[in-house]
């Protein structure tokens, strides 16, 4: 079911991606990408449909040269932007670099322009054709930015735009630099630029008021043909319009086809989390993990029956590689409790589920977190069911770190009542007890997410460690440990974890 709401006349039916999360994303403090890491995200942005990707920024450093180069010869399907100012040096970086477009901006409002590059209007109008003009002597594409367009004197701006399509811009970018204008703005602001330049208008948002996708929606509605998004929305300051939500909001409320391959859009947004070290709130939109959980009575009951009673229905988890999950907590309801315990096999009386329920709330009414190994356990408990045999009893456990040792470790563990020992190395002391742990693990698991909190202060605070795990069949389990050791608390997370896939196989 898809329902356009809200298409105009002015939306164009193909808009293209163009993905810059390689160039204004790194500018996220913080954030570095290495070499290797922007390879495998442009890849994989070019792998998921994007049309363009901003590779970086050349003339900044050897280094990045280098990084740009090296994309551009991947001979990838997306086209390959280089950044330049509005300097022959900068563009000259780019086309030593194989671009398939040059992308080169000047500040245009009066702020930047006097305390930025001290040009005045006219000056900035012809270093403006000068350099457009440069790079089209040399290369068939070229993007124009005016930098902090939409605080500039607005007939000065169509002044600027005028002269860069004169002078062969392909494509002229609107960057909302320091995100401050409205959608209803930039709707006007987009109109008037159709209507008076003749070249097709790309928006570039950021989101300092958290109106980035929106004024990139609205941008859209006006005429843009192009939008600049990055994965997780990172970039400058408060970052810039987010891919994911850009690319739904077009497909599923407006209709507009992207060409993005959507069901890769959570495994693209927890690639990007892992290379930046920025994590994903659980409660971004599309991507972030309770994005398509519902822990309430009320909505677990509704979806339970009709998954569109409390989700959009026209944008759903499958549509973006995400599933639809039933959380226990404060709120929880029968009917969500009975689905998790059914969906294991196990099956309680209407008396043993009203307990189960009551114990539960009871448990989360304390703020504390109940994971599916609990809920399992409280059941077995109410039911009086003999807990399994477990699969996996740990026996030993050394772990090994330091400033000149690579962090290792040794497990020796009883599986199915025969002994194991499997030695593991990784980043940290806690990674390489995992890796140890799931090498020898007898059910085929992933690690999906790993969770620390301290629940008391001082460095002798007990660790909660919370881990959720993936089973062979696509089955997501969560488990939880605590201690005052973090590495033997992560341990008997994953254990726990284990026997629970074990349990309900
Ligand atoms: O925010 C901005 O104005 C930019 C330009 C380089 C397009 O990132
Ligand atoms: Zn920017």
Known sequence: MRTAFFVTSTAREKITVFDTTLRDGEQT?????????????????????????????????????ATVKEISGLGLDAEICGLARSLEKDVDACLDCDVDIVHVFIPTSDIQREYTIRKSREEVLAATAEIITYV???????????????????????????????????????????????????????????????????????????????????????????????????GERAGNADLAQTVMSLESIYGISTGIRTPALVE?????????????PPIQPIVGDNAFAHESGIHSHGVIARSDTFEPGIMTPEMVGHRRRLKIGKHVGRHAVRQLLEDVHITPTDTQLDEIVTRVKFISGKGKRVTDADLYSIAETIMEIPANEKAIKLEDIAVMTGNHVIPTASIKAEINGVEHIYSSVGNGPVDAALKAILGISPAAIQLKEFNIEAISGGSDAIGHV??????????????????????????EAMINAINLVHRVR
């Open 29 to 65: 403090p913080g954030v570095s990408f290495t070499t290797d890491e922007k390879v495998e995200i442009a890849r994989q942005l070019s792998d998921i449909g994007v049309h363009m990707i901003e590779a970086g920024f050349p003339a900044s450093s050897d280094a990045e040269r």
């Open 136 to 234: 089209r002597d040399h290369i068939g594409a070229c993007m124009f930015s005016a930098m902090d367009a939409t605080r500039t004197d607005w007939d000065y701006l169509i002044e600027v735009f005028r002269t860069a399509a004169d002078a062969g811009a392909t494509i002229i970018n609107v960057p909302d630099t320091v995100g401050v204008i409205t959608p209803h703005a930039m709707r006007d602001l987009i109109t008037r630029i159709a209507a008076e330049v003749d070249c097709p208008i790309d928006v570039h948002c950021h989101n300092d008021f958290g109106l980035g996708v929106a004024n990139t929606l609205a941008a859209v509605e006006a005429g843009a043909s192009q939008v600049q998004v990055t994965i997780n929305g990172l």
């Open 268 to 280: 693209t947004s927890r690639l990007v989390s892992r290379y930046s070290g920025i994590s994903i």
């Open 466 to 491: 919370t881990i959720t795990v993936e089973d062979e069949r696509g089955r997501i389990f969560d488990a939880s440990s605590s201690g005052d050791d973090i590495v033997l608390a992560s341990i």
